[in-house]
């Protein structure tokens, strides 16, 4: 390098932000500081363990890659037709690369020089949590530990439940039942709550995995006895304490006779039978067993879902929720069954009224659906010379707001940040949501309680709470950052060249000997910002 080059580049600082500075808060919340970490992937009910173990991308034959949450990466790797053994996930991208590697468990890191991405070697996964082989404790996104109690209403099945939230770790060793893939709390308590024989009295429910495990709890609470492989977890425990209709009792007389009521019928030749269809009020379910509780887009679905359980369970009447699009089925009472009229078989369709149309909230209900898990954390905005405190919100719904602004061709998050930013003083952004999949920002604006956004997997929400200005006067002559790909670590940077020599704000971590190129320099700088909070050379 020429003489006058290499002294022009001395003078610099290079300051790499943005993405950088924001995935070292998050990788060092979630992941404890060791070789061995245990996780919950509630979509597979199992605890994995895996091996932070640098992988050999010369030696490694690549699998696939996808975004995702951490846990469903690790779940798809386990379940993978591909014999998939290793991982490499990036935290704040929602990047998962999987791969197959030769290589021995008890292997240890080869060194922590990954940049943004961690490497895993995923050992074992186990649904029994005293075969877990590691006795390190992985603390995950979410602090759940308080209990919080609420009534929940359930418009799928008619019924009002006495809801409690509990700590994590009590699902353990808890009777697990049938695992259901949902979104929604409210269709996870009602499968729950919906069969009138259900042995289910509680819930494991993953907003984020889109996952309901039905457990059947003993009444008294199970001590594990001393710590856990995985104390934590972003799936949620919920106990159901008891269950009401949410109708009074008053409106449905018992003396009444479901075949005295007015039947509407009428004949359904389409489902290759000959069906006559009995009408009746929802109040008159009282004569009824619920059976199950099924997804359903429209009646005449639910009315074949009826037919077709009818073989096993025996289902001659049922009640679509238009609202919740639900299907529940149900068996009369004998008492109440109704014989088959010129050959035909009858099912009755329970239906609301305006009478029925009920809607029942409680206070606490909110802080069960959409807890406030969310990571506290430093961005760098260089456009504002600012440094702001921002929220990483960790849940798949977001209620009482709605988006506003629509934003495509965004490579990079702290591209969406500074749409935000922008657009912060005038109220129009209330938070952001970011794919770095589809390469979208999404900007969100307060709505009214019936409003809420729904994430996909691969989406982030962040909020912005305050920023200062960082260093604006030694920064005041800097140009424009530019971008520099380093191949390494597939991996692209935004650098700040700093025009002063006396500068504030940083420490020096290490003196490299021998680096031969500037590349070089930011390179190892990039390799160590999750283990050693890298942000700047001096070259």
């Known amino acids: ?12 600082v290079v300051l790499k932000q943005r993405t950088f500075f924001i995935v070292i808060f998050i990788t060092n919340f979630i992941l404890a500081n060791c070789n061995w970490i245990s996780v919950y992937v509630p979509k597979i009910d199992a605890t994995c363990v895996l091996i932070v173990k640098k992988i050999n991308h010369f030696e ?25 053994n290793s991982i490499k996930y990036t935290f704040f991208a929602k990047q998962c690369d999987l791969y197959n590697i030769n290589g021995t468990y008890d292997s240890i890191p080869e060194d922590a020089e990954t940049g943004q991405a961690r490497h895993f070697l995923l050992h074992s996964c186990h649904k029994e949590i005293s075969n877990v082989p590691v006795g390190n404790i992985i603390q995950s996104t979410s602090l759940n ?25 009590e699902s353990y060793k808890i009777q697990r039942l049938q695992l259901l893939t949902t979104s929604s709390l409210k269709r996870c308590l009602a499968a729950c709550d919906a069969p ?16 309901c495990i039905l457990l059947s709890r003993r009444h008294a609470f199970v001590s594990l006895g001393g710590s856990s492989a995985t104390e934590d977890s972003e799936a949620q425990l919920f106990i159901i304490l008891h269950c009401r209709n949410d109708f009074k009792e008053l409106q449905f007389n018992a003396t009444q006779s479901v075949r005295r009521q007015s039947a509407i019928a009428y004949t359904a030749s389409n489902l290759h039978l000959q069906i006559l269809i009995h009408h009746e009020l929802f109040y008159a379910s009282k004569a009824a067993i619920r059976l199950q509780l099924w997804d359903s887009s429209d009646d005449t679905e639910c009315l074949k879902i009826c037919l077709t359980s009818n073989r096993t369970d025996y289902c001659d009447a049922y009640y679509f929720s238009s609202r919740e699009q639900t299907c529940l089925t149900m068996r009369l009472k004998k008492q109440y069954a109704l014989p088959e009229q010129h050959g035909h078989q009858i099912i009755t369709k329970f239906y609301d009224d305006e009478t029925l149309n009920i809607t029942l909230k409680d ?24 440094i702001c405190i921002a929220q990483h919100w960790i849940a798949t719904s977001m209620p009482n707001i709605r988006f506003s602004k629509h934003y495509a061709n965004i490579s990079f998050f702290n591209e969406c940040i500074n749409i935000c930013r922008h657009l912060k003083n005038s109220d129009e952004c209330k938070g952001i949501a970011y ?18 956004i729904l994430l996909s997997n691969d989406q982030h929400y962040l909020t912005l ?20 790909f380093l191949p390494q670590l597939n991996e692209m940077c935004l650098l700040e060249f700093y025009q002063p020599l006396c500068l504030s704000g940083w420490e020096v971590i290490a003196r490299i000997k021998n680096t031969l190129s500037f590349q070089d320099c930011l390179l190892k700088c990039a390799s160590v910002m999750y283990v050693k909070k890298c942000s700047a050379v001096n070259y």
């Open 1 to 12: 390098m020429p003489q006058h080059v290499e002294t022009f580049v001395i003078k610099n």
């Open 363 to 386: 206070a606490n209900e909110p802080y069960l659906k959409h807890p406030e898990y969310a990571i506290e954390l430093e961005v760098s905005l260089h456009e504002f010379k600012e």
């Open 196 to 211: 009138s024989n259900s042995l289910c009295n509680s819930v494991l429910f993953s907003i984020q995995e889109k996952t």
């Open 435 to 452: 794919s770095k999949k589809m390469k979208t920002c999404m900007v969100a604006v307060k709505g009214n309680e019936n409003d809420e």
């Open 145 to 169: 530990v308080d209990i919080i109690t609420a009534n929940v209403h359930l418009p799928s099945t008619h019924r009002v439940c006495r809801v409690q939230k509990r700590p994590f770790a």
């Open 60 to 84: 490694a034959r690549y699998v696939e890659q996808l975004f995702c949450s951490f846990e469903s990466c690790i779940a798809t790797c386990f379940q993978h037709q591909c014999l998939c």
């Open 465 to 484: 709470s305050s920023c200062i200005k960082d260093r604006e006067t030694e920064r005041t002559n800097n140009g424009q950052p530019e971008f520099c």
